[in-house]
């Protein structure tokens, strides 16, 4: 995503970008425009590519543009395991299975040892790249483990008067590529280029049936929106695969004392995984600034 250009400023302690209202008018569907991004991203980072995936619809949907564009792939998705192998994400990948059962593709899943990675690595990358997310920076290791390959990870659309589909921490990310010209990674491929990000027509049509209460409202209208822009993907529960691993953490509750439930009354989460592994190191990080999009 060249296309964002970052600006840190100091004084204001604000990231700024280049405003979207500034893009150029699409024309054309969001299939179109995404192949336009597979096209750019061959021409600039060289084979193999492995779409490192997490099983959602965004998942889901990048695969999908990469099937159109007959661009050989490798699909590449981690299972958050113990170290007794235990797997804490299987719930997350149902509809990912059942996506690719039905395009006959293959799925190359590894075991990523989370419980270690927080023990060992978390804090040193969350200082690395100002990232109080343990959920970005155990993607970041994801990315690191996967050597020789160009690594695409699918991010989210863009779309005009609604709220931005990352902040400073998932941002993260995109501080890492900075940082590692070296590692070839596109960590948001739904904002590769500038009329991917803003093409998508947002999905009104409350009349399309859905088996069973799977959505939240936002994501049904996320969901349905792939399916109106022509990205057939399975509709699932919106999950991010660590609610066992916060199920877990739950039980630790000699991680955090009196003094830390009360410090973090205000924040949106009351778990013991967000306490320790989000709220704790953010303060340690120092605040983070905002993301806003503005012209430059």
Not at 22 to 38: K, N
Not at 82 to 88: M, P
Request: charged share 25%; glycine share 4%.
């Amino acid at each position: 995503m060249i296309w964002l250009k970052s600006i840190f400023d100091s004084d204001y302690n604000t990231l700024t970008y280049t405003n979207i209202d500034a893009l150029p008018e699409v024309i054309d569907s969001p299939l179109f425009y995404a192949q336009q991004a597979i096209s750019k991203i061959i021409q600039t980072h060289s084979p193999p590519y492995t779409l490192l995936c997490s099983g959602g619809i965004d998942s889901q949907a990048m695969v999908y543009a990469w099937i159109k564009s007959k661009i050989k792939f490798n699909i590449v998705s981690f299972r958050y395991v113990d170290q007794n192998g235990a797997v804490y994400n299987n719930h997350d990948l149902d509809g990912f299975n059942e996506f690719a059962y039905a395009h006959r593709l293959k799925i190359e899943y590894r075991n990523f040892e989370y419980f270690e990675f927080l023990d060992t690595e978390y804090n040193e990358l969350s200082k690395a790249y100002n990232c109080a997310s343990p959920q970005i920076t155990a993607h970041i290791k994801m990315v690191e483990n996967l050597k020789d390959t160009t690594v695409i990870l699918s991010g989210n659309f863009l779309t005009k008067n609604q709220e931005l589909p990352f902040d400073y921490d998932i941002l993260g990310i995109h501080r890492f590529r900075l940082a590692n010209p070296q590692i070839r990674v596109v960590p948001f491929f739904f904002l590769e280029t500038p009329e991917l990000s803003t093409c998508f027509k947002l999905y009104t049509n409350t009349e399309m049936p859905i088996q069973g209460d799977l959505f939240d409202k936002t994501y049904e209208i996320r969901f349905k929106t792939y399916w109106q822009n022509g990205f057939p993907v399975i509709p699932t529960k919106k999950l991010s695969g660590f609610e066992n691993i916060k199920n877990y953490f739950d039980k630790k509750t000699e991680l955090v004392t009196s003094m830390d439930k009360l410090k973090y009354s205000s924040k949106d989460s009351k778990r013991i995984f967000d306490l320790v592994y989000r709220y704790k190191v953010r303060d340690l990080l120092g605040p983070a600034p905002k993301v806003l999009l503005k012209l430059v």
